[in-house]
T-cell receptor, first 111, second 116 residues
Framework: SQQGEEDPQALSIQEGENATMNCSYK?????LQWYRQNSGRGLVHLIL?????REKHSGRLRVTLDTSKKSSSLLITASRAADTASYFC???????????FGAGTRLFVKA | GAVVSQHPSWVICKSGTSVKIECRSL??????MFWYRQFPKQSLMLMAT?????????EQGVEKDKFLINHASLTLSTLTVTSAHPEDSSFYIC????????????FGPGTRLTVT
């Protein structure tokens, strides 16, 4: 079963606006990852944040992790039409050996 | 970075036939490979975990006799969909985890299977 839940399920914004996606999970984790997937394509790894980290940046991406609330957020600043894709969080549970994906957020950036 | 390939990228087959999908780690040795299935507009669902030289571990609800997984070498895992039916049509994605790469998986580009 999927561990992560994401909201919103879908998000439509104008180019230049910021997009925030949230992910919640159920068990203790070693790390949490965010991926992007363009329609019908494979996954692109965006960023990994470890359980002892609270915030991480990569270019226009900012990820936060709150282990007390078992939640994470992905912020995309100054969005572009090319950011249109589905975004998934994925967690590696403590003591486990597999990655479980959230339901995903479908982001649509209008030019 | 680590590269994982899948072959074929897409396949169409008739109902009742079997289809084999290959997953290869191109520049690292993968002790563990994972197979996922993704239906349209849904997330990735883990099907099974395969370790080189041992039997795969299947997730609950995944038929091991229908989805045969072989991980015969440190760079190759195969998924065979036996007696395929239209409901098996999906996007199949593999990922690989290396011995020296801790905590990260590298995903293949996926294989789109259509069963007619």
């Amino acid at each position: 079963s999927q561990q992560g839940e994401e909201d919103p399920q879908a998000l439509s914004i104008q180019e230049g606006e910021n997009a925030t996606m949230n992910c919640s999970y159920k068990t203790s984790i070693n790390n949490l990852q965010w991926y992007r997937q363009n329609s019908g394509r494979g996954l692109v790894h965006l960023i990994l944040i470890r359980s002892n980290e609270r915030e991480k940046h990569s270019g226009r991406l900012r990820v936060t992790l709150d282990t007390s609330k078992k939640s994470s957020s992905l912020l995309i600043t100054a969005s572009r039409a090319a950011d249109t894709a589905s975004y998934f969080c994925a967690t590696d549970a403590t003591g486990g050996f597999k990655t479980i994906f959230g339901a995903g957020t479908r982001l649509f950036v209008k030019a | 970075g680590a590269v994982v390939s899948q072959h074929p990228s897409w396949v169409i087959c008739k109902s009742g036939t079997s289809v084999k999908i290959e997953c290869r780690s191109l520049d690292f040795q993968a002790t563990t490979m994972f197979w996922y299935r993704q239906f349209p507009k849904q997330s990735l669902m883990l099907m099974a975990t395969s370790n080189e030289g041992s039997k795969a571990t299947y997730e609950q609800g995944v038929e091991k006799d229908k989805f045969l997984i072989n991980h015969a070498s440190l760079t190759l895992s195969t998924l065979t969909v036996t007696s395929a039916h239209p409901e098996d049509s999906s996007f199949y994605i593999c990922s690989a985890q290396g011995q020296r790469i801790t905590g990260e998986q590298y995903f293949g580009p996926g294989t789109r299977l259509t069963v007619t």
